[in-house]
């Protein structure tokens, strides 16, 4: 059965950074884009990143550009997000998700995507 585990979340200070695991099993990860999501309290999950399974070529919204970084290990069947320079408003809880479909661009819009994982909750507080 397909299962995404995230992992990494966690307590950290405002400019601190933490790097974000999505551990794929039961299906292999590099046929598929990779998406990550997060959902604020009250508010609507929104697509920060994707990274491509054609050529790995990441997308980023603009809330996150220059500080995120999402990348991929097939090998090790899992993808990253290395999240720097974190604020308070990046507090949420973070979710990994997996879409196989054609194309070498990775979908931002988050009703492409298949499996999702459990989520990792990220808070940014002084």
């Known amino acids: 059965q397909p299962q995404f585990v995230e992992s990494g979340g966690g307590l950290v200070q405002p400019g601190g950074s933490l790097r974000l695991s999505c551990a794929a099993s039961g299906f292999t990860l590099a046929y598929y884009h990779v998406g990550w999501f997060r959902q604020a309290p009250g508010k609507e999950r929104e697509t920060i990143s994707c990274?491509?399974?054609?050529?790995?070529?990441?997308l980023y919204s603009d809330s996150v550009r220059g500080r995120f970084n999402i990348s991929r290990d097939n090998a090790k069947n899992t993808a990253y997000l290395q999240m720097n320079s974190l604020k308070p408003e990046d507090t949420a809880a973070y979710y990994c998700?997996?879409?196989?479909?054609?194309?070498?661009?990775?979908?931002?819009?988050?009703?492409?995507?298949?499996?999702w994982g459990q989520g990792t909750q990220v808070t940014v507080t002084p």
């Open positions: 990274i491509s399974s054609a050529d790995g070529s990441p």
């Open positions: 998700a997996a879409v196989r479909v054609g194309g070498s661009r990775c979908p931002l819009e988050k009703g492409w995507y298949d499996y």
